[in-house]
């Protein structure tokens, strides 16, 4: 059985005080461009995943998060063809800024619940679609 790499990816659910959580269309140009997913991205060498998440939310997002106001929720682990994905899913409730795609991308801010039963409109990456359930559970 041939190996496949494993790629470690940070995320965030950032709720807003509707309980409407943000997601972000991937942009194109990148594999699985369209769909919607949690924002986040990789975790370069020696950098702890709070640390990812911080620096992909001011990139991506042009906010500023305290390391104190993230909360460890789940993680996702899902193989793909070409590589297995380990993703830390944190929470945050507080940033400073105001959030804007950064890179292009559109943003929308989504009740759990909606992205449940609107997986035609928000059709999201494999390795994201399970958040879904614990987050609408969460909220």
């Known amino acids: 059985m041939a190996e496949i790499p ?10 807003d ?7 972000a269309q991937r942009p194109e140009g990148k594999s699985m461009a369209g769909l919607w997913e949690f924002p986040g991205g990789k975790i370069e ?4 995943p709070e640390q990812t998440v911080i620096r992909e939310m001011a990139e991506e997002l042009g906010i500023e998060i305290q390391e104190a106001c993230l909360t ?4 996702a682990s899902h ?10 899913l944190f929470v945050c409730r507080r940033w400073e ?6 890179e292009d991308q559109k ?3 989504v009740h759990p619940m909606e ?7 928000y059709p999201m990456p494999p390795a994201d679609t399970p958040l879904i359930s614990m987050l609408r559970d969460l909220l």
């Open 45 to 48: 060498a020696g950098e702890r």
């Open 72 to 75: 460890p929720f789940t993680f």
């Open 6 to 15: 494993l790629v470690l990816v940070a995320a965030c659910a950032l709720i």
């Open 79 to 88: 193989s793909y063809p070409d590589f297995h994905l380990l993703m830390p």
């Open 115 to 121: 992205l449940a039963r609107n997986r035609e409109r």
């Open 107 to 109: 943003t929308a801010w």
């Open 17 to 23: 005080s509707d309980g409407r959580v943000l997601i």
């Open 97 to 102: 800024g105001i959030v804007r795609g950064c």
